[in-house]
């Protein structure tokens, strides 16, 4: 019996995956998820590379050039981005009809929601694998890849793809109108991206923004991303870890939380 309802339940989350894979994604978004971060990684890292110089830019314990340091962190950020299709798919689906036909079908509110997750971190996934061979001449001779250090990578975006995945779900059973929804997405995921150590470093920024840094948790996915693609994993590293680990699930039990409760 259990084995049945597991199986049940499997099936039912990969046909909302496909469908949203299929039917719910636009095609032109996705293609712009990809030339925006690489545009950005060889104009802006190679720009801002003639004002810091030949210092690099510090990752644990060794320096890095800074397009490759931008080039490591733009792979967190973009999981980032690609989470607010989660947000637009629930939308979407209110605003025609969509997620009271599919409730009425044999799918259950979780299994909507595991669907969304799960095709922000397959999105995620593919996107941040593009990144990363497109910015490869900017990591070639400084990134140290090892089978652990590609495992925190790893863990690192799908632990983000569901917190941000998770804050757009939140975001979009609260609020009644497109605008609305697109207002508040591109506000919070502005104060995510400018305010983390996805561009620059946290380090000799003036107290307050150094601490600002730390209560976003962008900060932590790009930290753990650069130490698992420069191999400086350290003692801080595991600590980023289980932090984020704690805010993705909190964070993902509170979109549940919001999704039981939206009406139909």
Aim: net charge positive; glycine share 10%; proline share 3%.
């Amino acid at each position: 019996m259990a084995i049945k309802i597991s199986e049940g339940l499997v099936n039912s989350v990969l046909l909302l995956l496909y469908r949203n894979l299929v039917a719910s994604i636009d095609k032109v978004f996705l293609i712009w998820q990809v030339v925006f971060p690489v545009i950005y990684i060889f104009i802006a890292g190679y720009s801002y590379s003639a004002l810091i110089g030949d210092r690099g830019v510090g990752v644990g314990n060794t320096d890095v050039p800074y397009p490759a340091y931008l080039a490591a962190g733009m792979i967190g950020f973009n999981v980032m981005n690609s989470s607010t299709v989660a947000g637009s798919i629930i939308w979407n689906d209110k605003k025609h009809g969509m997620f009271q036909q599919i409730l009425v079908m044999p799918f259950a509110r979780m299994e909507y929601i595991v669907g969304n997750i799960m095709t922000i971190m397959l999105m995620g996934l593919a996107s941040a694998g593009l990144i990363l061979l497109a910015g490869s001449p900017t990591l070639v001779g400084n990134a140290q890849v090892t089978l652990l250090g590609s495992l925190y990578v790893l863990y690192a975006l799908l632990v983000g793809a569901i917190f941000f995945g998770s804050i757009t779900i939140i975001i979009s059973t609260r609020l009644k109108t497109s605008e609305g929804f697109n207002i508040i997405v591109n506000s919070v995921f502005l104060f995510f991206s400018f305010v983390s150590s996805a561009f620059y470093p946290s380090q000799g920024v003036p107290g307050a923004l150094g601490t600002a840094f730390y209560l976003n948790p962008l900060t932590y996915i790009v930290d753990v991303t650069r130490a698992g693609i420069f191999n400086q994993i350290t003692v801080f590293t595991n600590i980023e870890v289980g932090v984020i680990t704690a805010v993705a699930a909190g964070a993902f039990f509170l979109a549940t939380f919001s999704m039981m409760r939206m009406k139909i």
